[in-house]
């Protein structure tokens, strides 16, 4: 069964600092992995993903995000926080085609994000 | 505009009488999921459908029914709805194989 664990329940940090939400992952096989946003009242907004490729992968509001196959992590990073970055961030992952859970999308329990001006 | 549409947003229930949330997506996608989310749980995995009439469980399924009659619509249905049904729920879909799914507004649920 795949699973994905997001260590920290909080991450605090100051406007301008930069900034990195950790998470880990068990998949059978490659894995496809997400991270998303969600602000108060809100539904979910997809940041990136990791499909194949370069480790490095560039999402939306300048986040970014590296994928560690050897420490199964995907943490995601900025190099400079905004207050408006305050909100609750989710890391997911799914099986590529062919996998035993392909189409099912893992969430980990989610991590808040505090940016302090 | 591509979209998932969930209706209601909110609902407030007795326990025992059946409801409907609907969803329905515009973009054609094969694959529709519903998750709920509950405080330091993030979101579990109710059910989700690989394609029309193709439907499988989740992590969560107990207490739930789905059905994929067409492609654009996913209705979960709660035939006997309980207070630990009360939740925060969303619909999602994708296109298989291509990563990146679009979430629903949410509904949120309260079970009284």
């Known amino acids: 069964a795949q699973s994905v664990a997001q260590p920290e329940d909080q991450v605090n940090v100051a406007e301008g600092n930069p900034l990195t939400v950790k998470c880990t992952y068990s998949?059978?096989?490659?894995?496809?992995l997400f991270w998303y946003v969600q602000y108060p009242n809100r539904g979910l907004q997809f940041l990136l993903k990791?499909?194949?490729?370069?480790?490095l992968v560039k999402g939306s509001y300048g986040f970014e995000a590296e994928f560690n196959k050897s420490q199964t992590s995907f943490h995601l990073k900025k190099p400079s926080a905004l207050v408006s970055d305050s909100a609750l961030y989710f890391c997911?992952?799914?099986?590529?085609?062919?996998?035993?859970?392909?189409?099912?999308?893992?969430f980990g329990q989610g991590t808040i994000l505090t940016v302090h001006p | 505009e591509a979209q998932v549409t969930q209706n209601p947003r909110y609902l407030i229930t007795v326990t025992g009488k059946k409801l409907t949330v609907t969803c329905s997506q515009n973009?054609?996608?094969?694959?529709m999921s519903w998750y709920r989310q509950d405080p330091g749980l993030g979101l579990r995995q109710i059910y989700y459908?690989?394609?029309?009439?193709?439907?499988d469980k989740g992590d969560v399924p107990e207490g739930y029914k789905v059905s994929r009659k067409e492609k654009r619509n996913f209705p979960l249905i709660l035939e006997s709805p309980s207070p630990n049904q009360t939740s925060l729920y969303f619909c999602?879909?994708?296109?298989?194989?291509?990563?990146?799914?679009?979430f629903g507004s949410g509904t949120r649920l309260t079970v009284v």
């Open positions: 999602a879909s994708s296109l298989l194989g291509a990563g990146g799914y679009t």
């Open positions: 998949v059978s096989g490659n894995p496809y």
């Open positions: 990791y499909i194949t490729g370069d480790n």
């Open positions: 997911a992952v799914s099986s590529p085609p062919g996998g035993t859970s392909y189409g099912k999308l893992t």
């Open positions: 973009m054609n996608h094969e694959y």
């Open positions: 459908s690989m394609n029309v009439e193709v439907t």
